[in-house]
């Protein structure tokens, strides 16, 4: 989901992976042991979105992409 900075209480429990146009951008911690091996790449593109989209009429949308991490990145990670 996305609301705007300050709208959304967050659980101090809750993990930060990064921000998005100033934005922090968080997961459960349950989410992030689910996706923790997986790159999440956030894209805007053309198009009308569901529940994961930008303010309604602006005719943009959000798209996740996901990949797994190499052994490598996971080492790098040390997760």
């Known amino acids: ?5 300050g709208d959304y209480l967050l659980s101090p429990d809750d993990v930060k992976l990064g921000e998005i146009g100033g934005a922090g951008f968080y997961m459960s911690p349950s989410q992030f042991e689910y996706w923790k091996h997986t790159q999440l790449i956030i894209d805007v593109v ?8 930008l303010e309604n009429g602006t005719g943009k949308r959000f798209l996740t992409r996901s990949r797994l991490f190499t ?5 790098a990670l040390s997760l």
Request: glycine share 16%; hydrophobic share 45%; charged share 15%.
């Open 46 to 53: 053309e198009g009308i979105g569901g529940m994961f989209s």
């Open 71 to 75: 052994e490598a990145e996971l080492a």
């Open 1 to 5: 989901m996305c609301y705007p900075v």
